[in-house]
């Protein structure tokens, strides 16, 4: 099965920026829909920004604007553009296709703090 790696997470304050990365084992054409999922402490892990195989995106309300999620299939990576950060936004954050199937990464730790 497809493995994901992701990286890029880090430690930043208020207001600044990361991107994330994610690689994929094997071709995420197949897979369609690809998304980048975050889960806090003590809550349940959410969806917040997910791209169609063609590159249509969507976004869960709390990260419109600030967030832009894009994917290579040539190279089988997904990306996480993440601006104008907030201490809200820290969590581990994880990519994965979003259907069906799929195997969970380690996912990458992201901390928004001053």
């Known amino acids: 099965q497809v493995q994901f790696e992701e990286s890029g997470g880090g430690l930043v304050q208020p207001g600044g920026s990361l991107r994330l990365s994610c690689a994929a084992s094997g071709s995420i054409i197949s897979f369609g829909a690809m998304g980048w999922y975050r889960q806090a402490p003590g809550k349940q892990r959410e969806l917040v920004a997910a791209i169609t195989r063609d590159g249509t995106t969507s976004y869960v309300d709390s990260v419109k604007g600030r967030f832009g999620i894009s994917r290579d299939n040539a190279n089988n990576m997904v990306y996480l553009q993440m601006n104008s950060l907030k201490p809200g936004d820290t969590a581990v954050y994880y990519c994965?296709?979003?259907?069906?199937?799929?195997?969970w990464g380690q996912g990458t730790q992201v901390t928004v703090s001053s």
């Open positions: 994965k296709n979003t259907g069906a199937g799929g195997n």
